[in-house]
């Protein structure tokens, strides 16, 4: 057990895949010789050598686009995007052709490859390189989308990811690479599609993911203390394959939905769960189901202007202590 | 342009000359029926042939071994029997039925027949020049001998992809056989109209330090001496080719689109230079009799005759394939 | 008064458009001499000459860019995407350059533009040409979307469309290109953000969009006969502006909401409105929210498979009174 | 490289070279105190400057008349302050307050300013030479005069987006000037590691009939003059041109990096040939003197002094501006 930040995660991931599978190799902008803009990847050049992890030329559709050939013929890639919002410059391998593969082929081809992707914002780098596009990637038939909120998760679900033989998207938050949590040693596996309570309640389900985490989770506490208010906190981890029955399950115990979303409202991960539940668990609901987003809006570089745009404790106490008092 | 060899040194020799006018005439006579069956609403969706261009899928399909990997577009059915897939899975899969290729998942744009090195075609312009990059990457970081061999068309070389596929492969030294199809459209479009320089790929070979490389896409045999040097050179670590050869398809670009954009008497000019009939005189320059032709001839007619009869007969796929291989599990399962 | 198809009514609202304001322009990949290959372009070429109305390169990026480019220095251009599928390899300018100008700008710049593509299913055209991504885009902040069902609404939507000064994106449904309407002479604008009651109902509301119009209606008139349910059809039009006024007056008054939508599950177009409603129109419910969509599934070129996929007025009828007598 | 000419036959003349160093040091001023102010935390965000670029940005903004278009990248502090956009609204966005070009709302990588013909930094490499292809279009479309110029970086080059943008630009003839700042690195990655060729942008002029025009990026009269010849020859109806621009950044890609991947020796080679201290030298050479120089020295500190007085007293933008100007009408309503 040691404490371990997000960014070191990231490369402990990596790295476990790699020594365990020869087939595991790693391309990406800036990710070898430099180590990543993140600094996620330092190392790993040194130990698994210029054969195994590649410096690209800025060609997106070429990174992902060799990915997806080494991987239909039988490598297990891993591929960087270095920052998520980059997914527009080769959304063609992500939307049409990874996804579509195995089933235009009637399965005589797989595409076992990770996207591994900064994503989020809280970094003040304006519209262009802080989006949350994790709900670009949850619509997309054929693609699996993991957003890890700690360095354990980030961890066993690469892990799992990278022994997937779909192509999966992992979103790494920009905003956590700087967090700390603690980390057994050794070999650690998750597996996809598994949500996390993380603080059972029983008034309300809080779902939340990525750095949205941490927040539900500080709120979850003030609403405890302040207004009496016991919140289920669930971390949702995997958004495709999702974890319907513990979200239901939630659900059925506390009746009441909230969602709390970094992406912009339209058609942000939560519409499709409050989708479900309104269907599914309609008549366990005691009331509206709530979703607290980003609004749908570009996000601004100024530093106030981002910290007012994306949900914190603060919005998230306000909203739903009005809406269960209300 | 390569030009012929004599024949007391013959390069390329008979057996394979058979092989070349083989492919050619199956080719020719698959996609005849193609057209067929779509005027007999057999086809639905969509189809592309490549009537007036089989020697360059010849050429390259007789240069290549198994385990080489063949990467096409919508307009790939050519390139697919070239590897050796039966005409009855491609026409099967044309007619979008149980025994396609795919059992009628995939349709015309999308044949792919792993088991021959065909590793699927692509209807998205460009894509597969990316894709391709990444099946030659494996070879080379396996130590795998295979070559990839990535076929598109002159309209492509215009789209983002094919730039950076180019650059990436030629850095990477990956081997694979990058082999433009010019016949002069992209769609309804003259590529003149739309490209910068006359030549669009080889004008452009330079730009990733490859050299140009321009040849007469209607003879099968100029076809196949540059895809075996071109594939040697690739197998050996030489790196990767961009092959521009020059042809014309004889019918339109879809469907029954009947090219009412092309100037008259072009398509009359390049039926003069049919690879089929170019190809049945150098058979014949080279010693083969009519009778060896007619057999080849005959031996595809009764393939083709097979292979429609069996379409014909074939069912639809059954339901359960609606949700069928989504994921690599063979399910669809998107939540518990 | 005259009917026309839909095909010929895009042809007459891009004529209206450009014979009104000759800062309209127009380009795309066979647009121009050939008249588009779903021909729904055909004489503009010959009306406007080879200056307003041009063919491109197959570059999608670059007809995106340079529609934007000249958008924001003065033109009005609208930019044909062949197939809506093609988005993914100009997703970059959709998703994050001209959605997100003004804004970055802080207002110095404006995209007034519109994309226009072939959206949809029912060709048999398989998983690359037969995309409903109506969703891909109404999850951009600062882009609109816009749907027509019909060869009226084509032309007046198109027109606000182009009339409006943000970057619109107008969905023309590939199966719709055929089929026939009544449309009135003379100029006809309509207004963006404007859902349309098809079908007075008391029973239930039921949402639908574009190619789903048609089936709803067949599926209500079907319901009212058989199964003695009065639907109400609202054909939503347009997603972003989206007229929540309506959809929410609907609900209040019929108390039960089904969406039909032809895009996969996965944060469908239904997904927002679904959670829209759950939340500020969950005491005006009488029972779950439904949605009837295609599998989350890329789609098969099959004809007999992709019927099966995209929900039909069979499968409405069946889904919607099960679930009303359920 | 273009050459000096003689004194005698100067073509260029006192006002312009005198303008052409004012907007080097004023760059260079500014630049300096952006990296002081990042160090102070003063800064936030990211920025990524100029430092030892300077001489490309001058060069072309000098040659560039009043309506003419700016592209730019997140490197485009110069680009924007060479169009005459005010220092304080430049670094004021930097520190993302009030006053900046955009109050905030952009950020360094982004900064625009219309009014000075910026029409914008683009932050996603390649975009930005598609949209400069629809500005200069427009130029076209509508017979005005006004050209569009377009800056980017060497690692560009090998994205999809530049290839399209050039042969677009180069079929439809269209007024525009691509200049590549090669300063031999993308991010931190050499070019030459990911490049197929020597000199990423010249040596693929070719490729869309391009002439191939590659210059010395530090001597802003060989830029200077590579830009008139360029922009007169758009401005005339006779289409794009695509020039390389060798040139350095002295300090890291962006932020503090300290530029650790650059082999030992390189930035002091570069150093040696810092555009400002050539073009001292070239002043002196055309007869300036020392004090005209120390004035345009004292006047760019004196400019950069005030304005980092006043965007160290602005305030922030107030919190409504977070919902302005999603839409064209000011709002950001998506919902009725
Ligand atoms: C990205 C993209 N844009 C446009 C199309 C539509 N399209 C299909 S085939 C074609 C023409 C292709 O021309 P070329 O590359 O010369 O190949 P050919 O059809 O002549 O074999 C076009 C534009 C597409 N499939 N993908
Ligand atoms: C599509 C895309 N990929 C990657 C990046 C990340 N990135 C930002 S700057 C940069 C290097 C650009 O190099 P170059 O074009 O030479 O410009 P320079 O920074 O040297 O001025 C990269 C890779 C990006 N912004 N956009
Ligand atoms: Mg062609
Ligand atoms: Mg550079």
Redesign the pocket.
């Given at each position: 057990m040691a404490e371990l930040s997000y960014r070191d995660a990231v490369i402990r991931a990596i790295s476990q895949e790699m020594r365990r599978d020869n087939n595991v190799v790693f391309l990406g902008?800036?990710v070898a010789k430099a180590g990543g803009?993140f600094k996620a990847t330092v190392g790993l050049y040194e130990e698994f050598g210029p054969l195994r992890v590649r410096d690209t030329p800025?060609s997106?559709q070429a990174i992902l686009g060799a990915a997806m050939g080494a991987a239909m013929t039988g490598l297990r890639p891993i591929a960087e995007?270095?920052?998520s919002?980059?997914a527009a410059?080769c959304f063609d391998f992500i939307a049409n052709e990874m996804p579509k593969l195995a089933y235009m082929t009637n399965g005589q081809l797989t595409c076992p490859l990770v996207i591994r992707t900064g994503n989020g914002a809280g970094v003040r780098f304006g519209a262009?390189?802080s989006q949350s596009i994790e709900n670009w990637t949850m619509m997309i038939p054929g693609l699996k989308v993991v957003a890890p909120s700690s360095p354990v998760d980030v961890i066993g679900l690469f892990a799992a990811a990278v022994r997937d033989n779909n192509p999966v998207i992992f979103h790494e938050h920009k905003a956590l690479y700087a967090t700390k949590g603690e980390v057994p040693d050794g070999e650690i596996v998750d597996t996809l599609g598994t949500a996390k309570i993380l603080r059972p309640g029983k008034d309300c389900t809080i779902l939340a993911l990525a750095l949205m985490v941490p927040r539900a989770m500080e709120a979850a506490d003030i609403l405890a203390r302040e207004h009496g208010i016991d919140a289920e906190v669930i971390d949702v981890r995997s958004l495709v394959p999702l974890d319907t029955q513990t979200i239901l399950g939630s659900v059925a115990r506390t009746g009441r939905l909230f969602t709390v979303e970094e992406n912009p409202r339209l058609l942000g991960w939560g519409a499709e769960i409050a989708s479900i539940v309104a269907d599914e668990a309609f008549w366990d609901l005691d009331g509206p189901i709530v979703r607290i987003t980003t609004p749908h809006i570009p996000l601004p570089a100024a530093d106030h202007l981002e910290d007012l745009a994306l949900p914190n404790a603060a919005r998230i106490v306000d909203r739903i202590s009005r809406v269960m008092n209300g | 342009m390569a030009s012929l060899q004599s024949k007391e040194n013959d390069d390329i020799g008979h057996e394979t000359r058979r092989e070349l006018y083989r492919l050619q005439i199956e080719i020719r006579d698959a996609e005849k029926r193609a057209y067929d069956l779509f005027l007999q609403n057999l086809i639905k969706g969509t189809s592309h042939l490549s009537l007036g261009q089989e020697a360059v899928a010849a050429g390259f399909g007789v240069a290549m071994k198994t385990g080489d990997k063949t990467f096409c577009t919508y307009r790939g059915h050519a390139h697919t029997l070239a590897r050796g897939a039966p005409v009855e899975g491609v026409l099967g899969e044309l007619m979008l039925r149980d025994n396609g290729l795919m059992r009628g998942k995939g349709g015309s744009m999308h044949l792919t027949s792993a088991e021959h090195g065909v590793m699927g075609s692509y209807a998205i312009i460009g894509a597969h020049l990316c894709i391709a990059c990444g099946s030659a990457w494996r070879a080379q970081y396996l130590g795998e001998k295979d070559v990839t061999v990535c076929f598109f068309g002159d309209g492509t070389t215009n789209i983002g992809a094919f730039h950076e596929a180019l650059n990436f492969a030629a850095i990477w030294k990956l081997p694979v056989v990058f082999v433009c199809e010019n016949n002069l459209y992209m769609e309804y479009t003259p590529i003149g109209d739309v490209t910068a320089v006359q030549h669009p790929a080889a004008d452009r070979a330079a730009a990733y330090g490859l050299p140009r490389i321009l040849i007469d896409g209607n003879d099968a045999d100029a076809v196949f001496r540059t895809a075996r040097e071109a594939i040697a050179k690739a197998r050996d670590g030489g790196g990767p080719s961009l092959v521009e050869c020059l042809t014309y398809r004889h019918s339109g670009h879809s469907r029954a689109d009947p090219g009412k954009y092309r100037p008259p008497g072009e398509l009359e000019r390049w039926l003069e230079r049919d690879p089929i009939k170019i190809y049945r005189q150098r058979l014949q320059e080279f010693g083969f009799t009519q009778e060896q032709i007619d057999a080849v001839d005959a031996e595809s007619k009764r393939k083709v005759e097979e292979a429609t009869t069996a379409c014909k007969a074939a069912p639809q796929a059954p339901p359960e394939l609606l949700t069928a291989d989504v994921y690599a599990d063979g399910g669809w399962a998107w939540r518990n």
């Amino acid at each position: 057990m040691a404490e371990l930040s997000y960014r070191d995660a990231v490369i402990r991931a990596i790295s476990q895949e790699m020594r365990r599978d020869n087939n595991v190799v790693f391309l990406g902008e800036d990710v070898a010789k430099a180590g990543g803009v993140f600094k996620a990847t330092v190392g790993l050049y040194e130990e698994f050598g210029p054969l195994r992890v590649r410096d690209t030329p800025i060609s997106e559709q070429a990174i992902l686009g060799a990915a997806m050939g080494a991987a239909m013929t039988g490598l297990r890639p891993i591929a960087e995007l270095m920052f998520s919002d980059f997914a527009a410059v080769c959304f063609d391998f992500i939307a049409n052709e990874m996804p579509k593969l195995a089933y235009m082929t009637n399965g005589q081809l797989t595409c076992p490859l990770v996207i591994r992707t900064g994503n989020g914002a809280g970094v003040r780098f304006g519209a262009q390189h802080s989006q949350s596009i994790e709900n670009w990637t949850m619509m997309i038939p054929g693609l699996k989308v993991v957003a890890p909120s700690s360095p354990v998760d980030v961890i066993g679900l690469f892990a799992a990811a990278v022994r997937d033989n779909n192509p999966v998207i992992f979103h790494e938050h920009k905003a956590l690479y700087a967090t700390k949590g603690e980390v057994p040693d050794g070999e650690i596996v998750d597996t996809l599609g598994t949500a996390k309570i993380l603080r059972p309640g029983k008034d309300c389900t809080i779902l939340a993911l990525a750095l949205m985490v941490p927040r539900a989770m500080e709120a979850a506490d003030i609403l405890a203390r302040e207004h009496g208010i016991d919140a289920e906190v669930i971390d949702v981890r995997s958004l495709v394959p999702l974890d319907t029955q513990t979200i239901l399950g939630s659900v059925a115990r506390t009746g009441r939905l909230f969602t709390v979303e970094e992406n912009p409202r339209l058609l942000g991960w939560g519409a499709e769960i409050a989708s479900i539940v309104a269907d599914e668990a309609f008549w366990d609901l005691d009331g509206p189901i709530v979703r607290i987003t980003t609004p749908h809006i570009p996000l601004p570089a100024a530093d106030h202007l981002e910290d007012l745009a994306l949900p914190n404790a603060a919005r998230i106490v306000d909203r739903i202590s009005r809406v269960m008092n209300g | 342009m390569a030009s012929l060899q004599s024949k007391e040194n013959d390069d390329i020799g008979h057996e394979t000359r058979r092989e070349l006018y083989r492919l050619q005439i199956e080719i020719r006579d698959a996609e005849k029926r193609a057209y067929d069956l779509f005027l007999q609403n057999l086809i639905k969706g969509t189809s592309h042939l490549s009537l007036g261009q089989e020697a360059v899928a010849a050429g390259f399909g007789v240069a290549m071994k198994t385990g080489d990997k063949t990467f096409c577009t919508y307009r790939g059915h050519a390139h697919t029997l070239a590897r050796g897939a039966p005409v009855e899975g491609v026409l099967g899969e044309l007619m979008l039925r149980d025994n396609g290729l795919m059992r009628g998942k995939g349709g015309s744009m999308h044949l792919t027949s792993a088991e021959h090195g065909v590793m699927g075609s692509y209807a998205i312009i460009g894509a597969h020049l990316c894709i391709a990059c990444g099946s030659a990457w494996r070879a080379q970081y396996l130590g795998e001998k295979d070559v990839t061999v990535c076929f598109f068309g002159d309209g492509t070389t215009n789209i983002g992809a094919f730039h950076e596929a180019l650059n990436f492969a030629a850095i990477w030294k990956l081997p694979v056989v990058f082999v433009c199809e010019n016949n002069l459209y992209m769609e309804y479009t003259p590529i003149g109209d739309v490209t910068a320089v006359q030549h669009p790929a080889a004008d452009r070979a330079a730009a990733y330090g490859l050299p140009r490389i321009l040849i007469d896409g209607n003879d099968a045999d100029a076809v196949f001496r540059t895809a075996r040097e071109a594939i040697a050179k690739a197998r050996d670590g030489g790196g990767p080719s961009l092959v521009e050869c020059l042809t014309y398809r004889h019918s339109g670009h879809s469907r029954a689109d009947p090219g009412k954009y092309r100037p008259p008497g072009e398509l009359e000019r390049w039926l003069e230079r049919d690879p089929i009939k170019i190809y049945r005189q150098r058979l014949q320059e080279f010693g083969f009799t009519q009778e060896q032709i007619d057999a080849v001839d005959a031996e595809s007619k009764r393939k083709v005759e097979e292979a429609t009869t069996a379409c014909k007969a074939a069912p639809q796929a059954p339901p359960e394939l609606l949700t069928a291989d989504v994921y690599a599990d063979g399910g669809w399962a998107w939540r518990n």
